[in-house]
């Protein structure tokens, strides 16, 4: 049985861009990442319990996609004395979920960044090209004075996710930092191609994709497991 249309784009695609990594990638193994991980990956696991999962999985990415964030020496009196601290330089983040699974690790972000403005890019993927269609964005006004986390529990083609940085990008982000909670190989590879300044932070980097786009072994789709519509 031969390849349909889409079979066939995708793994030529693969076959490009794989293993051609030009950026920074921060694969997260610490212990704590990969416990919630085997969890979030349980088909068993209910949606009350993926969600809470995706928020803390979340919580330990953040720490590690915003340690080289610039800072800057501020004066602060303590309640002994006197000093020079260090706070994030400028007006600091914007955080940039793509709708709609990426709302899921919102939360887990806001709670480490509470001042954070907040943005929002509405992609969905075609099934049959497996390009991404945009349908909705509203980001902060004064991104270009902001280093935005772009967050997309998937990394799977990489098309959606390199299309989420270049909206962002071209609304003036200072930096950019893609946060995902499962990678693909082709996906990293993919987003690179178009953005190599961009650093992917995940929880995983898996085998490869399936002949639906789907990485494998993966944790399925994410968005019906957090809001329990499949």
Request: proline share 5%.
């Amino acid at each position: 049985m031969g390849k349909t249309d889409s079979e066939s784009r995708l793994a030529s695609a693969a076959g490009a861009v794989a293993g051609r990594v030009r950026g920074k990638v921060t694969h997260v193994e610490h212990p704590l990442v990969q416990h919630k991980l085997s969890y979030l990956r349980d088909r068993e696991t209910p949606t009350v319990h993926f969600r809470k999962l995706v928020y803390e999985e979340t919580l330990l990415l953040t720490y590690e996609a915003t340690k080289d964030f610039p800072t800057e020496p501020v004066a602060i009196e303590t309640p002994l004395e006197q000093m020079t601290a260090q706070r994030i330089s400028g007006k600091k983040v914007a955080v940039c979920p793509v709708l709609r699974a990426g709302i899921g690790m919102l939360e887990g972000v806001l709670s480490l960044i509470s001042g954070a403005r907040v943005g929002f890019i509405g992609l969905y993927r075609d099934e049959e090209t497996l390009q991404p269609v945009e349908y909705y964005v509203k980001l902060p006004e004064d991104l270009a004075e902001r280093d935005a986390l772009v967050l997309d529990p998937m990394l799977a083609t990489g098309n959606s996710s390199a299309a989420a940085v270049a909206t962002v990008k071209a609304a003036g982000a200072r930096s950019v930092t893609l946060v995902s909670l499962v990678a693909a190989p082709v996906g990293i590879a993919r987003v690179h191609e178009e953005h190599p300044d961009v650093h992917i932070v995940c929880a995983a980097i898996d085998r490869e994709l399936n002949e639906k786009g789907y990485i494998v072994p993966g944790l399925g789709d994410a968005g019906d497991r957090l809001y329990g519509t499949k």
